[in-house]
């Protein structure tokens, strides 16, 4: 029997049956392609899932946030420089177009709508060109109802607003005064632009990511999206590493690759992971039962049980996925200007900058399969991924 969430996620998936049938199809060739990396150490397709960052500019500065919070990657100078170039994705929209399957598309950033109407023709072009499409925004820049009606017009099929809690907590959080007020007019402006243009795409999701910043804020966020109407409400647990395992990590991935970045220092905090378990229990177990119009997920599913929570935040030896990550099998990570990586969080390996290849040729190449190759024996010989990757939840980000 489908649970009331089961029912309503696929109520919702059914609007845009294309990102619906994608996801779905991504999710069953994830599967297969772990089994057989695990023997071959390599993909057998092409990627089914193409995740571009963007650009590392972005003009808030939320605490948590790996990129521009506390122990944020880039000084602001360096962000400035950091995009990828618009006709390099011109350029692999034609490739990928010629391919039998088209991968799902994600931008993310930085904040992606800094590069305003360039961004929405790019998504324009990709959508003319048949892909399913889906960008993570703060929302702040869609308080310009000129700007979201250009969005909705691409035919886009799902926007990801970042909402963190009430006014005071999202503000706080996200670093200025004004972020709140704008995203909501951002979610009313574009709810207001389907309307007039009687589009049932794009979905609208709300993404909250919980921390000890925002624990408490669970119930006023399911509340804004009773009155925002929105399509979905799907929460993140912090994604954090520790000291230790931070610099375990880095040794390895040394003596392995002989590399030396390690983007997962940004990510060492485990002081905002200090959650109170039975508030957070007790305020999902509410949510759930709930009798809502949308969907409300927690890292996808709808029921956690205590124990679960508090190994995702006290335990984090304990791994929050067991088996062996198929994102290098699966999915191709983009990342300023152009290179090729295999996390999109945690970039520290890259194959080749697609100024000079196209992505067929650095997807099946040599450098690409010697990480995999590793990263493979790793899991085999250890039973868990790297160390860093612990509580790296991007498996439960639509
Ligand atoms: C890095 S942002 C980029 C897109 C856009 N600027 C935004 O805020 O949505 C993508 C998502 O990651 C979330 N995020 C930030 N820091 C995180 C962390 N440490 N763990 C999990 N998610 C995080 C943000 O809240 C946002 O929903
Ligand atoms: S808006 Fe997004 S990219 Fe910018 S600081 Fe916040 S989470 Fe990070």
Same mark, same amino acid.
């Given at each position: 029997m489908l649970n009331r969430n089961t029912f309503l996620m696929l109520k919702k998936l059914f609007l845009s049956p294309r990102f619906g049938f994608t996801l779905l199809s991504l999710r069953v060739i994830e599967l297969f392609n772990t089994f057989y990396a695990k023997f071959h150490y390599k993909p057998l397709f092409k990627p089914k899932q193409i995740v571009f960052r963007i650009t590392e500019q972005c003009f808030l500065k939320c605490k948590m946030c790996g990129q521009r919070g506390q122990r944020g990657r880039f000084t602001l100078k360096q962000r400035e420089e950091m995009n990828i170039s618009l006709s390099l994705i011109y350029k692999l929209a034609? &490739?990928? $177009? *010629?391919?039998?399957? /088209?991968?799902?598309?994600?931008?993310?950033?930085?904040?992606?709508?800094?590069l305003s109407t360039d961004i929405i023709d790019l998504i324009g072009y990709l959508k003319k060109k048949g892909f399913v499409v889906r960008l993570s925004t703060n929302g702040v820049m869609l308080k310009s109802k000129n700007l979201a009606d250009k969005l909705v017009k691409t035919g886009i099929d799902v926007i990801g607003f970042s909402i963190d809690g009430d006014k005071q907590i999202h503000n706080k959080i996200r670093g200025t005064d004004y972020a709140f007020d704008?995203?909501?007019?951002?979610?009313?402006?574009? &709810?207001? $632009? *389907?309307?007039?243009? /009687?589009k049932k795409v794009p979905l609208i999701m709300i993404t909250t990511t919980l921390s000890t910043l925002n624990e408490s804020q669970i119930q006023k966020v399911v509340d804004i999206g009773i009155k925002k109407r929105v399509d979905w409400v799907n929460f993140q647990f912090f994604n954090f590493t520790n000291d230790k395992l931070a610099e375990k990590s880095h040794k390895i991935v040394k003596k392995l690759y002989n590399i030396n970045e390690a983007p997962w220092r940004c990510f060492s905090n485990e002081s905002m992971a200090k959650v109170d378990i039975n508030k957070l229990y007790n305020t999902i177990k509410k949510v759930n039962k709930m009798k809502l119009k949308f969907p409300v997920t927690f890292l996808s599913i709808g029921k956690l049980s205590k124990s679960n929570i508090k190994s995702y935040f006290y335990n984090i030896n304990n791994p929050l996925i067991n088996r062996?990550?198929?994102?290098?099998?699966?999915?191709?990570?983009?990342?300023?200007?152009?290179?090729?990586?295999?996390?999109?969080?945690?970039?520290?390996?890259?194959?080749?900058?697609?100024?000079?290849?196209?992505?067929?040729?650095?997807?099946?190449g040599e450098k690409a399969n010697n990480f995999r190759k590793h990263f493979v024996r790793y899991y085999k010989k250890n039973g868990k991924n790297f160390p860093h990757c612990q509580r790296c939840n991007w498996r439960f980000n639509y």
């Open positions: 034609k &490739e990928m $177009s *010629k391919w039998s399957y /088209k991968p799902l598309i994600k931008f993310t950033g930085g904040e992606p709508l800094v704008a995203s909501m007019d951002g979610i009313s402006n574009i &709810e207001e $632009s *389907k309307k007039r243009m /009687k062996m990550c198929f994102e290098p099998f699966s999915s191709a990570f983009i990342v300023p200007p152009g290179k090729v990586a295999f996390c999109i969080d945690y970039p520290f390996y890259f194959c080749d900058n697609l100024k000079h290849t196209t992505l067929e040729k650095s997807w099946f």
